[in-house]
Structures are given as C-alpha cells and as structure tokens.
C-alpha cells in the first residue's frame, strides 16, 4: 500500500464516482479502477458497491476512509514539518554557555532571535569552557559560546564574539580603592581569588606569568569557580580579583573595580560549533549572535 492508494481510494471515495475521481486525481478512470481492485485486494475487502447506476462505500469502506484522511493528513504534516525544518523555520537548539556571557550583548541577540524565529526553541545550559567542548564532541549541545584559550579546537569553528580586558575587584574600603588605575606590581602579597587552575590551566598560568614577570608574587586565598562567587568573596572581604570588565554590570556593595595597569592576557568570549553543521536555525542564530557582537559590552 503506497500514500498514491490512498489519495485515489478518498478521490473515488468523496467523488462516488470512478470517471470524476480520475479527472481529479489526473489519471485514466481504467488505472484508476485497477489501482482500487488491487488495494482491496491487498486489504481483503470489498470498499465500494458497485453496480451501472452508483458507487457507494461499504461498512469497511466507510471506516477505512476515516483512517485513510487522518494517515494522509500525517503525512501532508510530516513534509511541511520536514520543509520547515529544511529552511531553518522549525526546530531545537542546545547552547551551552559560560556564566559571564550572561554579563554581555548575548541575552539581547537571543531575544532578537527568539522574536524573529517563534518556531525555533532554544534551550540554554551553563557550562565551563572544557564542558562544552566535551559537549559538542559528544552531541550533546549544537553551538558553545566559550573562553577560549590555547584549547584545541581542531573540528570545530570558533568566531571571536567579544574581547575584553581584566579589571581588579577589590573591597571599596581596600588601600588600593583610592587609586584610578592599579599596576600589577601593586598587588604583591595580596590575597587573590582566582578560578581553578584546572578549568582554564593554560590561562591560569598566563596570568601567573604575568603577575611574576611585574614583580608580584600572587597568594590564592580562595578560588573561585564563577566570577558571582568571586564577587562575593571580595564582598565579605576575603580577597581581590581579576574579573573580566563586563563584570562590573553586577553593582555589589562593598566592591568596586579598578582598571589593571599590566600585560595580562584579554579575556575573549567565542561562538563555536562544529564543522560541517547542517542545521539551517542554528545558522540563522550564529548569524544573529555575530551581527550584534559589534555592539559595546
């Protein structure tokens, strides 16, 4: 049984009539007859009376073509889903994101897209750097918007989105809050609160680096998975720390932020998503996302 049976059986079938139906289905009334003997053939039953003056359904007739609408009209739904899908009108996205991302143009250009493309859901989750490359190896998210550095990338496309420097967070009541600008030098001796090393080892050591190279010798008090949480923590009074500069968007009492005279490295912010991706929404996202990266954070 083919969807072609079905089309003739529901033409003869709201037709009753073998030569309109044909016209309809635009094929010889013969073929057509031959067409609904072989479809009952096939169901074991008769689906027309058939006599010189009528056609009319039988029983069985009359409850096949119930289902043979609803099937028909599946399938007519499932080639417009399919088309829709096609040209990036429908479907699903994963993106994962860091935590600071939150802090930049990228809820503005969601909600542009989510406006421009209603048939398109996008759901986001909060992953570090590392766990989003693991989750766009795995499937498991379409497209990342990460920290990248020094990481391989190799099998993926990473588009710089947004570049930012380090600013210092300190206590507003700090013997350095005064100052308009603060050297790294300045820092010696000081309490920091920085991320784990294991979550961004090479930048880590990069900051270190840094910090050695202008004569200060950090002394981690306390890491510091996310900058909220670092916040926090030089709220209470615990330490100072490297934040990156859209950070300063979260006004906390008690803290304020300080440009940093130094060569630390700049904290980069990437669209990334792998190679050979053939999801026409998630292109239209990407597109969105980079033509508002040009905005100021």
Same mark, same amino acid.
């Given at each position: ?116 493309? @209603?048939? !398109? %859901? ?6 570090? &750097?590392?766990?989003? +490359?693991? *989750?766009?190896?795995? =499937? ?77 010798? @950090?002394? !981690? %008090? ?6 909220? &949480?670092?916040?926090? +923590?030089? *709220?209470?009074?615990? =330490? ?58």
């Amino acid at each position: 049984m083919e969807v072609r049976h079905l089309r003739y059986f529901i033409a003869v079938a709201e037709e009753l009539h073998f030569g309109r139906a044909a016209q309809r289905v635009n094929i010889c009334q013969p073929p057509l007859s031959q067409q609904i003997k072989d479809l009952e053939q096939e169901l074991g039953v008769a689906l027309f009376c058939r006599n010189h003056k009528k056609v009319s359904l039988t029983d069985a007739g009359a409850a096949f073509l119930e289902d043979a609408r609803d099937i028909l009209r599946r399938v007519e739904l499932a080639a417009e889903r399919a088309r829709s899908v096609g040209r990036g009108a429908l479907g699903r996205i994963t993106m994962g994101l860091v935590l600071p991302a939150l802090d930049t143009f990228l809820l503005d250009a969601i909600r542009e897209f989510r406006a421009s493309n @209603p048939g !398109i %859901e996008i759901q986001l989750l909060e992953l570090g &750097t590392l766990a989003q +490359l693991k *989750a766009l190896a795995a =499937g498991d998210i379409q497209v990342g918007v990460m920290r990248l550095f020094q990481q391989d990338t190799k099998g993926l496309v990473a588009e710089r989105i947004l570049e930012e420097p380090y600013v210092l967070a300190l206590p507003s009541k700090h013997r350095l809050a005064s100052l308009k600008e603060v050297p790294i030098g300045a820092l010696d001796n000081e309490s920091f609160i920085l991320f784990p090393r294991r979550t961004h080892p090479a930048l880590y050591d990069k900051i270190i680096a840094c910090c050695s190279a202008a004569g200060c010798t @950090p002394t !981690i %008090e306390q890491e510091a998975t996310t900058k909220v &949480t670092a916040i926090a +923590l030089v *709220a209470a009074g615990i =330490g100072i720390a490297l934040v990156p500069a859209s950070t300063r968007k979260q006004h906390r009492f008690g803290v304020v932020y300080r440009p940093i005279l130094g060569d630390l490295p700049v904290v980069e912010l990437s669209l990334v998503w792998k190679e050979g991706t053939e999801s026409a929404a998630l292109y239209k996202l990407i597109d969105t996302v980079i033509e508002r990266s040009i905005l100021p954070i």
